[in-house]
């Protein structure tokens, strides 16, 4: 074997030996990479799961999904380990728009990030010198066409497997443990390979140093674009799709070099998807239940054998096969009793759309996206702050069911972890598993519901606004219009879209108790003037017991944000007017709400020490109310002094408003203006 290249297989099979390179399967380098980064522990609906943070980096990552990732990490895990799911392709199956493409396109793209390490390397070898034989004609090199590993080759020198495993141990130094962890991950040379290796070893008459002098060893080319480790199948037409592109066919052009026409490499696997990611890729079927079925059943080879079958000729792969699919096409195609024996191949897990409205206001942002908009007069487009909210929210009700057990708006609150009154985390628990049991997947918690591209519509529909458009500013009461026009359009289903036009109402009237407070803000002429209230009633309810609270009510206690002692004045009046507005009107009803605060207190506080209050809606509609009735003399409410500008001093409380909402709020005239307008009136006021 000549010493002077660095392309060899000896060289490589030593730099394997030397843990400079990695040998393993598809599954192995998947798992791998995710378990190498950082877990970290999440509650979701009640339950405690892991969350990857792997699938949390770069400018667009995924959002929520947890239950999913977990449930295709333990999937490739298993199959890493031998398991059963080694055997069985990966299907995600949900309603359109809910991420599952993305999804699929996003762990691609890590993999490729991954292996782009050069430890983590993938390489296969090529055949040099072939025009020497005679049968080639002006064939000079042959890659291998399924992109094999040059220790698969090395497994398969001689025809005797004893042979191999002492020339590994002779020429490498290869311990015995260390060639049992290679044969784990054995499989043949695919029929190309192993036939044109007989070829050289006929022609050098076994000769393996002559043979070796052959083999040039070659990294596999990650190029997204080329398909190549990480490659993609869109569902085609029944017409225009057919076997030939995911196996490859027989090639003209070989022929007319081959003089053997035995030789398997006549049939050009590349021109099929699967074997240019059969060397360790990932393939993406789009829609594989789409496909017509002779297709369906190609799959339903591939996936069971991992092997690429041409004319009797085999060549084994060594590929996670993923795929995703709609309700609708995959119920259709169950219902076909006879091709039962594909699904049974898959490893089927349904995705639901997102369902915790904190985690969609950063889906959100991304429908909304992150380029400064501009008008059709090229003017600057300003953004609500309450625009997000308002679309989060408006679509995360749709996706909701409806429960006896709780309100759209306490599921709403469970799903994000925050705080619904009486009702524990427990309740939504329990909803979630009754509603698990049914057959019928589109009835499970969060599997209906206005997707991302409904959501994409209800944006695109705001900007051609007439209205948006003439006053620079995508306004977020205007959106609930726009969401309500594509339930109109595009939902089909009369129950489904009375149901999310219910739903959307709700909506209107969490954005018109956000819009409260953000008023109260504005008059107060501080950002945070509600989230400080509402910690004041807090700590006072707190205080109140307190034994050393002397004649004067003042009560001294540590700010577990900043950790310093702070002084408060505990204003019974303050807090008896609030439990008043919270509907408390006896003793038993204001301690057993208090006794409910303190332990919130307790427990938030120790894990997260800027816990504000601000997600018990009630809390804070309470004091909002309390504030505002309470802090305007004469006009009777904020409301009418905004609404009736006739004097001086209240057109001087509306300019100072106006003034507070553009420069520390974020509004800008158009929105500050309509959004005095809207909180004037008395539209979705629950």
Known sequence: MSGEKANTLKNHLLAVKNNELVFENAFQSISRMILDSEIEKAVVNGRTTYDFKLFREGPKHIIGMYEEINSFVSYVKDAAEGGSSKEMAYVLVGEPGNGKTFFVE???????????????????????????????????????????????????????????????????????????????????LGACSAYIWNDLRQHFDGDIVRMLDCIEVVQVPLIESLGTVTGKYPAKDKITSSAVDLLGEESIQRLLHLTDTHNPYRFDLRRGALARVAGGGIHFSDEIYKNKKDLVQVYLGVIQNRCLEVDGYKWPIDTLIIATSNNAEFNRFLAEKEEAPIVDRCRISYISHNTNYKLQEQLTAYAIGSESKTTLNREELHQDP?????????????????????????TMKLAAGEVAGEKSIKTLAEVIDVLSQETDITVRFGQKGMGQRN????????????????????????????????????????????????????????????????????????????????????????????????????????????????????????????????QLKTEEQRDSFRTSIRKIYGQKISIDPNYDFMDNLELVKAV???????????????????????????????????????????????????????????????
Request: proline share 3%.
């Open 106 to 188: 996003y762990i691609s793209a890590l993999y490729r990030q991954f292996l782009m390490e050069p430890r983590n390397r993938k390489y296969t070898f090529k055949f040099n010198g072939m025009d020497r034989i005679g049968t080639y004609g002006k064939i000079t090199s042959v890659e291998s066409q399924t992109y094999e590993d040059p220790v698969i080759l090395a497994m398969s020198l001689f025809d005797r497997d004893g042979d191999n495993r002492e020339f590994l141990a002779r020429e490498i130094g290869f311990t015995a443990t260390e060639i049992d962890d290679l044969y784990r991950n054995y499989r043949p």
């Open 386 to 410: 309450n625009l997000n909210y308002a679309v989060s929210v408006g679509v995360v009700l749709t996706r909701l069911p409806h429960s006896d057990k709780l309100t759209p708006v306490e």
């Open 455 to 582: 959501l994409g519509r209800a944006i695109q529909l705001l900007m051609e606004n007439s209205e948006t458009n003439e006053g620079c500013c995508m306004f977020a009461y205007d959106v609930f219009k726009t969401l309500e026009r594509v339930v109109l359009d595009y939902v089909t289903d009369n129950n489904d879209r009375s149901k999310y036009l219910e739903d959307l109402k709700t909506a209107r009237g969490l954005y018109r108790e956000r819009i409260m407070t953000e008023m109260f803000n504005a008059y107060m002429d501080e950002p945070q003037a509600i989230r400080r209230d509402v910690l004041n009633y807090v700590n006072m309810i707190i205080g109140i017991d307190a034994e050393h609270l002397g004649p004067d009510k003042m009560w001294k206690y540590k700010d577990p944000q900043t950790g310093e002692l702070k002084a408060l004045k505990v204003d019974e009046r303050f807090v008896n007017s609030i439990e008043d507005r919270l």
């Open 624 to 686: 909002t109310d309390v504030r505002l009735k309470s802090d305007i003399a004469g006009a009777g409410s904020l409301i009418g002094a905004l609404a009736n500008r006739t004097n001086e001093a209240n057109q001087k409380l509306y300019d100072r408003m106006i003034d507070t909402m553009l420069n520390k709020l974020g509004y800008c005239e158009t929105c500050a203006q309509k959004t005095i307008e809207y909180f004037c009136t008395q539209e979705d006021e629950n």
